[in-house]
């Protein structure tokens, strides 16, 4: 579970912010759901065969002997809430979410067991005219983040009962393939046959582009969603990937699923994932509401995200107070309050802890701090003030008192 330190959030909080504002500029809003839920919800949604539930969560009892569980992803607490809180009663809903999950995976560059999301889940839509508006928010947000390496890849996993004869095909297919099956895929099928499409096994790889394809058993509904959907994309100038071996890790999805990947992130490099769960709210006692989203991962979309740091670092500009003398301290603390009350978008760094002039400049230097502002005996006496930059070769000025906050926003710009 990584500490995320502060020279890496600048960079966290530039993303979140450009995030935020294209999932605005859609129409999403924020809702935020707790970080522990029932263990039986993620058993309910995700479902018991999977990885996640199987292995992969952090649970525990608490003081009444009831099972509660770390989320591993934000789905089916967004879809618990909406419940609970008539959220999809009559009407639709764009929600989205950040925020902390945890999976008990083998950690590695790219895979965390505390890692974060940004999720978004919109209710109540059933054509595939919102299947094409996430994916176009999502690569909207890819765009505002100057990022291209990147990819789309799509598939559809039809009706729950298309699936089911799906599956059953494929049993019947890997089933007479036994001995040729690893050792994982041999577990698979009997708990999740489906993910045994997911398999990296370069062993497995012939047998799986062999295996009956999903989208041969679609229904006539999912089939005609489907090719809506991938029309808007090129209408769009999206590209994409058919893949029909995308089946994803979670049990819940029905008809569109896709994921963005990256080649500049070696093996973990899905960014993004989901699909539609149009039975979902249904199946946890709610009305019959569909259901699309999907989720980013931070760690990976952040390292994606290099060009930017250094905007985001310059985003506030920042000011030393250096103080020294009698009565000085005292003075510059009061100053800075007075500059956070006009623009709070200066960072203020006051000195303390005393120090000679030279201490205190190479303080301020240190801080990467643009501009020096210099309180002394004479400026104090004098009711003026002395700026130095810091970081060119300008000369020191010396202004009046109440001038300050005009030199400051010139001088920043
Ligand atoms: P997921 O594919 O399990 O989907 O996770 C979504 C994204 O979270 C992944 O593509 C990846 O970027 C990131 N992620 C997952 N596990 C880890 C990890 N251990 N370390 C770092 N990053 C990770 C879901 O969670 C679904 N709830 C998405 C969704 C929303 N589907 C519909 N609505």
Redesign the pocket.
Known sequence: MPTLLPEELVKWQFVESQVKQVMGAYAFREIRTPIVERTELFQRTIGESTDVVSKEMYSFTDRKDQSLTLRP???AGVVRAGIEHGLFYNQTQKLWSMGPMY?Y?RPQK???RQ?H?I?M?AFGYQGPDIDLEIILMTARIWKALGINSIQLEINSLGTPASRQVYRDALVGYFSDQKDSLDEDSVTRLKTNPMRILDSKNPDMKGLILNAPKITDFLDDESKQHFSILLKALESHGIDYKLNSNLV???DYYTKTVF?WTSDQLGSQA??????R?DGLVEQLGGKDVCGI?????M??LTELVEVSVEKAENSQPKIYIVAVGEGAEIHASIMAETIRDENQNYAVEVNMDGGNFKQQFRRADKSGAELAIIVGEQEIEQGTISLKPLKSDDEQTTVKQEELIGQLDEFFG
């Open positions: 992803e934000a789905t999976r995976e790219g895979r965390y890692f999301q999720n889940e994803r890790g979670l994921e899905t960014v993004c994932g989901g699909g769960y989203g999907c989720a980013i991962g760690e990976r």
